[in-house]
């Protein structure tokens, strides 16, 4: 895989970033953890190799916290409006970068569903939930 330069930005875009690396993969990540810092059924996380987050602005807004239960577990975030941003792990061996955050279309694609026996009792009846473009009336 050849790197490639992705850029993102919070909800509040009061932070941005930019970030020169290679994808190795993309997934869903559906553990008790990934559940409660998303309030959703997975987090969706993009693994990169190991590279050097640009804080294009609002460094100052940036956050980390590193929770210390059972299982190591990472957020990185913004302290305004609390969306999911890029982080190193803490040796630096990987890449973590909140699919989301994105500003562009990733050039991967979901590989994986992680965690699965830990997934929410009520995903896959969401699966097939009817759809809406907006609200549902």
Known sequence: MNQIVVTGSCLCEKVRYSITSEFQQFYFCHCKQCRKVTGSAFAANIQAKPAEITWISGAQYVKRFDYLGERLFTKVFCVECGSGLPFLNKSGTKLFIPAGSLDSKPCIL???????????????????APRYEGFAE
């Open 110 to 128: 979901p590989g994986h569903n992680i965690f699965w026996d830990d997934r929410s009792s009520w995903y896959e009846a969401g699966l097939s």
